[in-house]
């Protein structure tokens, strides 16, 4: 697609459902990201997929919290049980990370809010 | 791993008067910079970036960065700012031959009338 998408949009769930949160990258790029932005506030990293090596999961604040990325395409962030202090916007960005070509484009994020 | 520092977490000018919004990293490794603007409501949009090169970057919007390699800094200007510049914005590195990019927690710049 022409650039990062990400569903759904916005999110309502009750304290303690599970919830999965997806993003479609641009095609070709391969390393995904996804961040958490508390309201106001600034960027939290998540986790980091580049190509087919292991994921940086040193971002994901517990064990209830889960992302994986299928074909090296789409992501999906996955969180259980809900808490909270879990509503947040969620937001995935994409980069082709080769030569110059090194930023990331974000989605519009998913906007969770539980209940 | 990297890190980035953004001291303020709330700037104001005036319409028409400079502005700068200050970054300063921490990596090990040659850096590559970036600033991002989120306005309200809205995702995070690229503004600019240093790979190498020229230590001054210019992006969008009028927007331009000077990287300090010394002082480990990178501050985002703009020589006359507009009330439609009031967002927040972010500051980020990753490392040569890394993905893995980090941001500061952001700094709101409002720039009033």
């Known amino acids: 697609g022409a650039g990062v998408s990400q569903s759904p949009s916005n999110k309502v769930t009750e304290k303690g459902k599970d919830v999965e949160l997806r993003c479609d990258p641009i095609?070709?790029?391969?390393?995904l990201y996804w961040y958490r932005q508390s309201l106001g506030q600034g960027l939290e990293f998540l986790i980091y997929?580049?190509?087919?090596?292991?994921?940086?999961k040193s971002g994901l604040p517990s064990d209830r919290f889960s992302a994986e990325r299928t074909g090296g395409s789409v992501s999906t962030l996955t969180i259980q049980r809900t808490q909270q202090e879990d509503s947040a916007v969620y937001l995935c960005?994409?980069?082709?990370?080769?030569?110059?070509?090194?930023?990331?484009?974000f989605g519009q994020g998913t906007r969770l809010t539980v209940v | 791993a990297q890190s980035v520092a953004q001291p303020e977490d709330q700037v104001n000018v005036a319409e028409g008067n400079p502005l700068t919004v200050k970054c300063t990293y921490s990596?090990?490794?040659?850096?590559?910079l970036f600033w991002y603007v989120q306005y309200p409501n809205r995702g995070l949009q690229f503004l600019l970036k240093?790979?190498?090169?020229?230590?001054l970057v210019k992006g969008s919007y009028g927007f331009e960065a000077e990287f300090n390699k010394s002082q480990t800094s990178f501050h985002l200007k703009k020589p006359s700012a507009l009330v439609s510049d009031s967002a927040l914005y972010f500051c980020?590195?990753?490392?040569?031959?890394?993905?893995?990019?980090?941001f500061g927690a952001g700094t709101r710049l409002t720039v009033k009338p």
């Open positions: 960005a994409s980069s082709l990370g080769r030569g110059r070509n090194t930023e990331a484009f």
């Open positions: 095609s070709g790029h391969t390393a």
């Open positions: 997929f580049q190509g087919n090596s292991a994921p940086d």
């Open positions: 990596v090990s490794g040659n850096p590559y």
């Open positions: 240093y790979i190498t090169g020229d230590n």
């Open positions: 980020a590195v990753r490392v040569y031959n890394n993905n893995d990019m980090r």
